[in-house]
């Protein structure tokens, strides 16, 4: 059972744009926080953002600010990720994650703090 679906990874040129769409099945009223990271061939899972659903509040990574910017829409019960200004080193698979455990601050960037992950969408920037 797929809870967590991501779209909208392609292969885009430096310097362009993509929107990518995360949409979930869960109950949205436990979900404190939905978020996006990324990992990279030989890399780690990076934080890039994070919103609370109940207000919008967001978290960005430094790596990424001014960028890129997390929305979410409840009444789609989706989270976005708009992604600006691309370049080379934003090739990674991205995936989208829930919580259900409170957090706060740099204790969202932590993807240990995520329970529930999709299965990912790969974004390839070409220079």
């Known amino acids: 059972q797929v809870q967590l679906e991501e779209s909208g990874g392609r292969l885009v040129q430096a310097g362009g744009s993509l929107r990518l769409s995360c949409v979930t099945s869960?109950?949205?009223?436990?979900?404190?926080?939905m978020a996006w990271f990324r990992q990279a061939p030989g890399k780690g899972r990076e934080f890039v953002a994070a919103?609370?659903?109940?207000?919008?509040?967001?978290y960005t990574a430094d790596s990424v600010k001014g960028r890129f910017t997390i929305t979410r829409d409840t009444a789609k019960k989706s989270a976005y990720l708009q992604m600006n200004a691309l370049k080379s080193e934003d090739t990674a698979e991205y995936y989208c994650?829930?919580?259900?455990?409170?957090?706060?601050?740099?204790?969202?960037?932590?993807?240990?703090?995520?329970?529930?992950w999709g299965q990912g969408t790969q974004v390839t920037v070409s220079t």
């Open positions: 994650a829930a919580t259900r455990n409170y957090c706060s601050g740099y204790d969202c960037y932590g993807p240990e703090r995520y329970d529930v």
């Open positions: 869960l109950d949205m009223f436990g979900v404190y926080y």
């Open positions: 919103v609370r659903w109940s207000t919008g509040a967001t």
